[in-house]
């Protein structure tokens, strides 16, 4: 029973067992989301700026994720104002050609995003096993559709799996920072002082930005919501957006945790050797020597989970694209197959990893406004969001942010196409 306590004119009520265990029913969905985050074109990204340029550009992390907290926060309020995901409401409210155009850019970002973590996973399996990277492919793609299959069984089981592939790479990276022993004044200042040494970290910034916020989570978050939103008042709105907050909150700092300690561990040990990295197979070969095969093990372990639970989360992303946007009726199971069949066929011909990588990113860049912009009009709109409409300060602040997005992978996609 739930009592009342009172003391120096205070009245509060004790947080009891039931209603603990009722609000942790609402942590889970910005977990799904946080594995974009930390995706294997976050480790690509994070231990080139490391080992480049040592612990100058963690403040790009930082801001990063606060724009990212900020994005998956509009994205999960849209999704409990309005009960409809971010595809579906701009099939309503734009023009039939604006979401022609919508749902050709998204569909080609989930598959450029999907191929980059099916790319992870395997050279997991490749640094971890020594099986061939089409191999690989394959039983990434079999292992992700395994997972994606347990929806069947309702998102909590997919959340809990999730969930625990997300705690393998933390305790990875825990395992790493350990061994790394970095240098925690310089970690301080670096992540609080912007600094950008030269032109060419410019280009590494603008990449570390475009590896962490990711078009197609921002679609998905507004779906994975949904489960928790049937039939609610206004006032079981709220409380759901309160606590989907602070699901957001957690989710996305453990992520940022995560991204930092990949950029730390790399400054800690290849800048301080003199060692430029610039690709996973070599972080992986060059770790056994200077650190001993528990941080090289480490690290394969969780470039494997992340790639696992990355590409479950770009084929669950796919599907709420598909659905969306033009409404085309297509098979649960070959809407997955649309999403992952291009990674793994570009595996099987032997297309150079990076290169692979490099022109996803590249997808990436064009794709992201045509998911931020349309989040902050439709946010934006009262007639919309009713009472969860943005406030004069969200909208100037939703607005800078995709200015600056747009203008930084402006400059990323003008870098890797015509050379910085």
Same mark, same amino acid.
């Given at each position: +029973? ?91 409210? %734009? ?8 749902? %050709? ?119 994975? /919501? ?29 992520? %940022? ?67 969306? %946007? ?13 999403? +992952?069949?291009?990674? +793994? ?39 919309? +969001?009713?009472?969860? /409409? ?31």
């Amino acid at each position: +029973m739930q009592t009342a306590k009172e003391g120096k004119g205070l009245t509060y009520r004790p947080l009891t067992k039931n209603k603990l265990r009722s609000n942790l029913k609402f942590i889970g969905p910005a977990f799904v989301v946080s594995v974009a985050y930390i995706d294997p074109g976050n480790f690509a990204t994070n231990i080139t700026g490391g080992s480049s340029y040592d612990y100058s550009l963690l403040w790009v992390i930082f801001w990063s994720n606060l724009m990212a907290i900020f994005l998956q926060t509009l994205s999960a309020k849209l999704g409990i104002a309005t009960e409809e995901n971010l595809t579906g409401l701009c099939r309503k409210v %734009f023009s039939k050609k604006v979401n022609w155009i919508f749902w %050709f850019v998204a569909g080609l970002a989930t598959i450029a995003t999907t191929l980059a973590e099916f790319l992870g996973a395997s050279l997991g399996f490749y640094l971890l096993f020594r099986i061939p990277l089409p191999i690989a492919g394959l039983l990434t793609g079999i292992i992700t559709f395994g997972i994606v299959y347990l929806q069947k069984y309702g998102q909590r089981l997919i959340e809990i799996v999730i969930t625990i592939l997300v705690a393998i790479i933390c305790l990875a990276y825990t395992i790493e920072l350990f061994l790394a022993r970095p240098d925690f004044s310089a970690i301080a200042l670096g992540t609080l002082v912007p600094t950008l040494p030269d032109n060419n970290s410019l280009l590494i910034a603008v990449g570390m930005l475009g590896a962490t916020v990711m078009p197609h989570v921002i679609y998905l978050h507004s779906e994975l /919501v949904q489960d928790r939103n049937k039939n609610c008042s206004i006032s079981q709105k709220k409380k759901h957006l309160k606590l989907e907050k602070i699901d957001i909150f957690i989710a996305m700092n453990i992520a %940022f945790i995560v991204n930092a300690a990949m950029v730390i561990v790399s400054a800690a040990v290849f800048y301080k050797s003199g060692l430029v990295v610039d690709s996973i197979e070599d972080a992986h070969k060059s770790l056994s020597p200077l650190l001993g095969s528990l941080s090289s093990g480490a690290f394969g372990i969780a470039l494997l989970a992340s790639g696992f639970s990355s590409s479950t989360v770009g084929t669950m992303a796919g599907e709420t694209v598909m659905n969306g %946007f033009v409404n085309i009726k297509i098979p649960t199971n070959i809407k997955r197959l649309i999403t +992952m069949v291009p990674a +793994m066929f570009i595996l099987a011909i032997g297309i150079n990893p990076m290169t692979a990588l490099v022109l996803s990113q590249v997808f990436l860049s064009f794709a992201l406004p045509a998911a931020i912009i349309p989040l902050i009009l439709l946010t934006s709109k009262k007639s919309i +969001m009713g009472e969860f /409409v943005n406030s004069s300060a969200t909208k100037i602040f939703g607005f800078a942010i995709a200015l600056i997005i747009v203008v930084l992978n402006c400059v990323l996609l003008y870098s890797t196409l015509i050379g910085f």
